[in-house]
């Protein structure tokens, strides 16, 4: 009898197992939806580049993932070869390669070479992400840093020399990217860099780097972005200037030299090391003046739009794992699924993830309208302002939620969530931790936020955006909505400027809670615009019940208790969308 149940439980799990889907795009019936609003004609054309993307995560990527990550597996210091000399050479596990091999052969980082691709980009690295950081999704995201500085900033002889590398889809030819600016005495205080750059001797225009840099992922890159400053440089953030540091010089390891590869919690197949600069050759990129502002508004703009996007990749395939698990186990005579508080759990992790997706696409598709405007001189540098906040308050948001998304599918598959050969979701957790703390901690980006409203009015763009996108919804069904999402505009207006108005103390311990607002606003209104659209084409989705969930879950203050539709909300978002 009792053998009978365990072959019985055995079965059920190996049925989770092949349940899961060979092709995230085909099972990812809202993306496909998102994607066909945000690209029209264009889904169609790129549908061939998706679904390679999407069938290679399911697949491969998969598989290697897990064995690049294990313990085991993971990279280590080779700082000489047998003879002595010097290569600071990072050695990764051959399943590390493979599975850059497929990254690259996405054509993630080479679309980006056609401007207003940022979506197109985004969608590959969100399939990618289906396997958490996976050693790959921060060189890639650091790449896309470089390419777009390189286009923003770069010079006529940069660009010729650096970009067709670094579009390239082959692996093994390609050119890839870091980004050095935490330095020991802190990460989120820039102002506090100390790293040197004194103009070289004998080379006009190039220049040497000295000091420490603390956190320096993907150190095994070929071409690092540095920030340091120039010997006589003001102090603050007014003195720093960025700079290109190859990899190597004429064939020699450039002047740095690695002192240890960071033992870290998640990120783990990607190596991160501490390291001293000592005089390594470099050339600035873009005016050595303007460095601050390339950072924040080229570099960590394109990494906090990419942790974002891998937040929602994470978060995706959290939901993927415990949805399908809640429907094959078992427990007190039928599918846990049925069990209305595990329906609960699924049906916010699929609220959260909707919401996280709604809003990155439209930041991703925002930017492509940039981009193109850009091209054709029409660009408005509102849009841009507004982009920005959207940007910080996105990848806070997104980091937040992705974590406790995954907590929550760790819960629902109980003991086994928790470990590491039953699932990925112990390594997704890790990973989610390090997407809440680098690019921006929580703290930095909402004190940017308070900075950039009070110094600079960039509110006011953000606000006219969102009241934009509120015109913009005008299906008769969604009047209830409009009127909510109406009311939120005005309280969040009001609390924005309650702010301002106050004492810097005061709106310092209140800015994040505002910034929770913000969200909220930005999220419900996000999904409002898909669920206009799916009306407007008459699609039949499930889109009306999530918005409707999203409501009531985060927004409404009104005790769930109380609410008859609550539970009928659960049940169609959890149980009637299997996918
Ligand atoms: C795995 C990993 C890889 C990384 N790779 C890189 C890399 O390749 N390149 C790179 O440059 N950096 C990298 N980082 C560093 C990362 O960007 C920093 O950790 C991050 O910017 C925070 O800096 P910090 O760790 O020094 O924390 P601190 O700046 O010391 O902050 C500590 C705490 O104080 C809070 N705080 C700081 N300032 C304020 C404020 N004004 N108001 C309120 N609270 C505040 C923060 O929110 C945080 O909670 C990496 C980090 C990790 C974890």
């Given at each position: 009898?009792?053998?009978?149940?365990?072959?019985?439980?055995?079965a059920?799990?190996?049925?989770?197992?092949?349940?899961?889907?060979?092709?995230?795009?085909?099972?990812?019936?809202?993306?496909?939806?998102?994607?066909?609003?945000h690209?029209?004609?264009?889904?169609?054309?790129?549908?061939?580049?998706?679904?390679?993307?999407?069938?290679?995560?399911?697949?491969?990527?998969?598989?290697?993932?897990?064995?690049?990550?294990r313990?085991?597996?993971?990279?280590?210091?080779n700082?000489?070869?047998?003879?002595?000399?010097?290569?600071?050479?990072?050695?990764f596990?051959?399943?590390?390669?493979?599975?850059?091999?497929?990254?690259?052969?996405?054509?993630?980082?080479?679309?980006?070479?056609?401007?207003?691709?940022?979506?197109?980009?985004?969608?590959?690295?969100?399939?990618?992400?289906?396997?958490?950081?996976?050693?790959?999704?921060?060189p890639?995201?650091?790449?896309?840093?470089?390419?777009?500085?390189?286009?923003?900033?770069?010079?006529?002889?940069?660009?010729?020399?650096?970009?067709?590398?670094?579009?390239?889809?082959?692996?093994?030819?390609?050119?890839?990217?870091?980004?050095?600016?935490?330095?020991?005495?802190?990460?989120?205080?820039?102002?506090?860099?100390?790293?040197?750059?004194?103009?070289?001797?004998?080379?006009?225009?190039?220049?040497?780097?000295?000091?420490?840099?603390?956190?320096?992922?993907?150190?095994?890159?070929?071409?690092?972005?540095?920030?340091?400053?120039?010997?006589?440089?003001?102090?603050?953030?007014?003195?720093?200037?960025?700079?290109?540091?190859p990899?190597?010089?004429?064939?020699?390891?450039?002047?740095?030299?690695?002192?240890?590869?960071?033992?870290?919690?998640?990120?783990?197949?990607?190596?991160?090391?501490?390291?001293?600069?000592?005089?390594?050759?470099?050339?600035?990129?873009?005016?050595?003046?303007?460095?601050?502002?390339?950072?924040?508004?080229?570099?960590?703009?394109?990494?906090?739009?990419?942790?974002?996007?891998?937040?929602?990749?994470?978060?995706?395939?959290?939901?993927?794992?415990?949805?399908?698990?809640?429907?094959?186990?078992?427990?007190?005579?039928?599918?846990?699924?049925?069990?209305?508080?595990?329906?609960?759990?699924?049906?916010?992790?699929?609220?959260?993830?909707?919401?996280?997706?709604?809003?990155?696409?439209?930041?991703?598709?925002?930017?492509?309208?940039?981009?193109?405007d850009?091209?054709?001189?029409?660009?408005?540098?509102?849009?841009?302002?507004?982009?920005?906040?959207?940007?910080?308050?996105?990848?806070?948001?997104?980091?937040?939620?992705?974590?406790?998304?995954?907590?929550?599918?760790?819960?629902?598959?109980?003991?086994?969530?928790?470990?590491?050969?039953?699932?990925?979701?112990?390594?997704?957790?890790?990973?989610?931790?390090v997407?809440?703390?680098?690019?921006?901690?929580?703290?930095?980006?909402?004190?940017?936020?308070?900075?950039?409203?009070?110094?600079?009015?960039?509110h006011?763009?953000?606000?006219?955006?969102?009241?934009?996108?509120?015109?913009?919804?005008?299906?008769?069904?969604?009047?209830?909505?409009?009127?909510?999402?109406?009311?939120?505009?005005?309280?969040?207006?009001?609390?924005?400027?309650?702010?301002?108005?106050?004492?810097a103390?005061?709106?310092?311990?209140?800015?994040?809670?505002?910034?929770?607002?913000?969200c909220?606003?930005?999220?419900?209104?996000?999904?409002?615009?898909?669920?206009?659209?799916?009306?407007s084409?008459?699609?039949?989705s499930?889109?009306?019940?999530?918005?409707?969930?999203?409501?009531?879950?985060?927004?409404?203050?009104?005790?769930?208790?109380?609410?008859?539709?609550?539970?009928?909300?659960?049940?169609?978002?959890?149980?009637?969308?299997?996918?």
């Open positions: 009898m009792s053998e009978n149940r365990n072959q019985q439980a055995r059920s799990l190996a049925a989770w197992q092949a349940h899961k889907p060979t092709d995230y795009l085909q099972a990812d019936s809202n993306v496909q939806r998102v994607l066909q609003m690209l029209g004609e264009g889904y169609s054309r790129h549908l061939p580049l998706l679904r390679k993307a999407s069938m290679l995560s399911a697949s491969q990527m998969d598989r290697l993932a897990i064995n690049s990550n313990d085991e597996n993971l990279p280590r210091l700082r000489f070869n047998g003879i002595g000399e010097r290569t600071e050479e990072v050695v596990h051959p399943d590390y390669h493979e599975l850059g091999t497929c990254v690259w052969d996405t054509g993630v980082l080479a679309v980006l070479e056609q401007p207003g691709n940022e979506l197109l980009s985004g969608v590959l690295s969100y399939f990618i992400a289906h396997n958490g950081e996976a050693g790959h999704a921060c890639v995201a650091c790449t896309a840093g470089l390419i777009k500085l390189l286009q923003q900033v770069g010079s006529p002889e940069q660009k010729k020399r650096y970009l067709p590398q670094l579009f390239e889809t082959d692996y093994a030819k390609r050119l890839y990217g870091a980004q050095f600016v935490t330095e020991v005495q802190g990460g989120s205080d820039v102002a506090a860099i100390s790293c040197v750059a004194v103009a070289d001797a004998k080379v006009r225009g190039q220049y040497r780097i000295s000091g420490e840099k603390w956190f320096c992922s993907v150190i095994d890159a070929g071409l690092f972005v540095l920030a340091a400053r120039p010997e006589g440089a003001p102090v603050g953030t007014q003195g720093l200037a960025l700079f290109l540091v990899r190597t010089v004429d064939g020699e390891v450039n002047d740095f030299t690695i002192r240890r590869l960071k033992y870290k919690l998640g990120t783990r197949s990607m190596a991160s090391a501490e390291v001293d600069f000592n005089g390594a050759l470099a050339e600035p990129i873009g005016p050595l003046e303007e460095g601050f502002r390339n950072l924040m508004s080229i570099v960590l703009d394109t990494s906090r739009v990419h942790n974002a996007i891998a937040a929602c990749g994470l978060m995706r395939r959290a939901c993927i794992e415990a949805q399908a698990y809640a429907r094959q186990r078992t427990a007190f005579g039928k599918p846990i699924i049925e069990h209305a508080t595990v329906a609960q759990i699924l049906a916010r992790m699929k609220v959260i993830n909707s919401a996280a997706v709604a809003t990155t696409f439209r930041l991703l598709a925002m930017g492509d309208r940039l981009a193109t850009k091209a054709t001189g029409k660009a408005s540098d509102k849009s841009a302002e507004a982009r920005r906040t959207h940007v910080n308050i996105n990848k806070y948001w997104t980091s937040i939620q992705c974590t406790r998304v995954i907590r929550d599918a760790i819960e629902v598959l109980g003991g086994n969530g928790t470990i590491e050969e039953f699932s990925v979701l112990p390594r997704l957790y890790r990973d989610a931790i997407l809440e703390s680098w690019e921006g901690t929580h703290n930095t980006l909402c004190a940017q936020v308070l900075r950039d409203f009070a110094t600079r009015s960039l006011l763009p953000w606000l006219a955006d969102l009241s934009d996108v509120l015109s913009s919804i005008t299906h008769s069904s969604l009047q209830v909505h409009r009127s909510r999402a109406a009311r939120l505009l005005s309280d969040t207006e009001a609390r924005i400027e309650r702010l301002l108005s106050s004492e103390d005061y709106a310092s311990l209140h800015i994040r809670t505002v910034v929770d607002h913000m909220a606003l930005n999220n419900y209104l996000s999904l409002l615009v898909e669920l206009d659209w799916e009306l084409q008459n699609i039949e499930r889109k009306a019940l999530l918005v409707d969930l999203y409501y009531f879950m985060f927004i409404d203050q009104a005790d769930p208790m109380d609410n008859p539709e609550f539970h009928r909300l659960i049940q169609g978002v959890c149980m009637k969308t299997a996918r």
